[in-house]
């Protein structure tokens, strides 16, 4: 006899990573175009040295030195496999069968896997014609069952933002017993001083949680290490579900590092932001429309014609991610391969 699995995971939707192809320029993944700082990769090397023994399970020192950086108590902080694994803990922690998770569509695509995979059901509410979170519209789907809606903040895949007063507004309409996450995986690419911090809303809202990640600023998307912020009673929820030792050690001292050396990385995004305004400027030269993006990639609403412009893309050797029906969304690399890219949007017949 058979297995028998869940009668709904033929509903899960398959998270797509964006593609390798050997030879060919990676602009699909949002990684950052540089490795690791050379200190970084000696306390990698340092903390392999005790493979054989388990990870600090409660993850004590980075997550103190987390709660130093930001100003909060250690107790509101909850460190994670990445992000994207906090995300899936929110669910486990916060929704029952049958629970509604709202977020913005397009937007991060794990969103209604880990909605779906926690027994919640997922809502989906359309962005603005202008490829931004419909805030009113997110506060209108929310019933009596939604016990969380999720705020990528810049949005992933469209690299737009919402400012400080809708979101405010947003809050206020929102119930006090809903968990509103700000999904801040590119913060440090927001050059917009509209755009809020969200860990000084979550100082002002009970309802609020906030996360953040060492993948992408910090050049550690290999090496998983993602945490939250909110009440102190949500943090411990995320504890409590997370898989024991999910942290590495050697993720462990690479954030350590990473935060001793966090001008370094900084002025290194602020490169990539100018490389996003290059795309963004010479693309809307060639035609294209591409919303503003505060984030380490542009976006490129090019609807039934997404799959036909990655195509075109890899056949001149840069792989771009595209998201069938919507648009494709390209990653800002270095200035050589940034120009790859451009010349292959150049020649691409709109």
Same mark, same amino acid.
């Given at each position: ?46 903390? #392999? ?29 909850? #460190? ?9 803990? &929110? ?116 309802? #609020? ?28 929820? &995320? ?34 932001v100018g490389e996003v305004g290059r795309m963004t400027s010479a693309l809307r030269a060639l035609g ?63």
């Amino acid at each position: 006899m058979p297995v028998r699995l869940r009668d709904d995971l033929a509903a899960l939707p398959t998270y797509v990573a964006g593609r390798t192809v050997p030879g060919a320029v990676k602009l699909a993944s949002n990684e950052m175009p540089l490795p690791p700082l050379p200190a970084v990769r000696a306390a990698v090397e340092r903390a #392999v040295e005790a493979g054989n023994r388990y990870p600090d399970i409660a993850v004590t020192t980075l997550t103190a030195r987390l709660a130093e950086h930001h100003g909060v108590e250690p107790a509101r902080i909850a #460190v994670g496999c990445g992000s994207v694994a906090l995300c899936g803990q &929110l669910v486990q922690a916060v929704c029952a069968p049958g629970d509604e998770v709202v977020f913005a569509w397009r937007s991060f695509e794990a969103y209604p896997i880990v909605a779906l995979a926690g027994h919640a059901t997922a809502v989906r509410v359309p962005l603005t014609a202008g490829h931004v979170h419909d805030l009113d519209a997110m506060a209108d789907a929310i019933t009596p069952r939604t016990k969380m809606v999720f705020v990528c903040n810049p949005n992933n895949p469209t690299g737009t933002a919402v400012g400080e007063d809708a979101l405010r507004a947003f809050l206020a309409r929102v119930p006090s017993d809903v968990l509103v996450v700000l999904d801040e995986a590119y913060r440090e690419f927001v050059r917009d001083p509209d755009v809020p911090d969200g860990l000084a809303l979550a100082a002002e809202y009970d309802n #609020v949680c906030v996360l953040r990640t060492f993948s992408k600023a910090h050049r550690l998307a290999g090496l998983r290490v993602g945490y939250a912020v909110g009440p102190a009673e949500l943090a411990a929820a &995320l504890r409590g579900v997370a898989v024991p030792f999910a942290v590495s050690s050697p993720a462990q001292a690479a954030a350590l590092a990473a935060l001793d050396h966090l001008d370094e990385l900084l002025a290194d995004c602020a490169a990539v932001v100018g490389e996003v305004g290059r795309m963004t400027s010479a693309l809307r030269a060639l035609g294209y429309e591409v919303p503003p993006s505060q984030a380490n990639f542009v976006w490129l609403p090019l609807g039934s014609r997404a799959l036909e412009f990655a195509e075109h893309a890899l056949e001149n050797k840069v792989v771009v991610r595209a998201f069938d029906g919507d648009g494709v969304r390209v990653s800002a690399g270095t200035p050589e391969e940034v120009d790859l890219f451009l010349a292959a949007a150049g020649s691409f017949a709109l």
